[in-house]
């Protein structure tokens, strides 16, 4: 079945710099990859999505960037604020929007102020 | 926006008890239901799927006995952690999908067997 990795586990920034999570996918046939943000003990967040049929998207200071060749997907966040603290979570399906997401192992971002 | 609301938001039940975790689309007819596990500083593990009026698809490792999936209706899907132990302590969340709207995720359940 899929297996969704991410790296790194942790990471640590300044306030104002940049944050870059990466993962990658197994399976092939995989299309629709939404990345989620989630606070200690709430529901994940969506932050951006991206399918297939695009190669990058961004919106405000996040973006995505997608490798299909290389099944590797990355999150990019310009600007760090220390409310972008947080656990990351990319995530991987092969129906699109509505079939099952495997997610990545997440990535806890600490922003310091 | 789509809302599915889930209860209880946390629960502390006997060693040995059944408990019961209830989601509902609000606003949108959920045509499918994700069951997704948490446990501390670790990722949403999927346990089954669940089309409305189909019986549950489980992950590989996931014991159908134990945890029971009920999708009845379009809008309403439980969860039953039956004869629960303290190492099915954990945080439950559902996602709910439907024609028109991707993955909707309830609020949660943190539940702590003692």
């Known amino acids: 079945g899929e297996n969704v990795e991410q790296h790194p586990s942790t990471l640590s920034v300044q306030e104002g710099d940049s944050a870059v999570i990466k993962c990658t996918y197994s399976?092939?046939?995989?299309?629709?990859f939404p990345w989620y943000k989630q606070e200690l003990g709430k529901r994940p967040q969506l932050i951006i999505d991206?399918?297939?049929?695009?190669g990058e998207k961004k919106d405000q200071r996040i973006a995505v960037t997608l490798n299909k060749t290389a099944k590797h997907f990355s999150l990019h966040i310009t600007e760090t604020q220390p409310e972008d603290s947080a656990v990351y979570f990319c995530?991987?399906?092969?129906?699109?929007?509505?079939?099952?997401?495997?997610f990545g192992t997440g990535t806890l971002l600490a922003v310091q102020p | 926006g789509a809302v599915v609301s889930q209860h209880p938001s946390w629960v502390i039940c006997k060693s040995g008890t059944s408990v019961k975790i209830e989601c509902r689309s609000l606003?949108?007819?959920?045509?499918?239901m994700f069951w997704y596990r948490q446990f501390p500083k670790q990722s949403l593990m999927l346990m089954a799927t669940?089309?409305?009026?189909?019986?549950?698809?489980?992950e590989q490792g996931v014991e159908k006995d134990k945890f029971l999936i009920n999708h009845a209706s379009l809008t309403l899907s439980t969860l039953t952690v039956t004869s629960a132990h303290p190492e099915d302590s954990s945080f439950y969340i559902c996602?709910?999908?439907?024609?028109?709207?991707?993955?909707?995720f309830g609020s949660g359940t943190r539940l702590t067997v003692v």
């Open positions: 996602s709910a999908t439907g024609l028109l709207h991707g993955y909707t």
């Open positions: 399976d092939s046939a995989s299309n629709y």
């Open positions: 991206i399918r297939s049929n695009v």
């Open positions: 995530a991987a399906s092969k129906g699109g929007a509505t079939n099952k997401l495997i």
């Open positions: 606003d949108f007819q959920a045509t499918t």
């Open positions: 669940s089309n409305e009026g189909s019986k549950a698809t489980y």
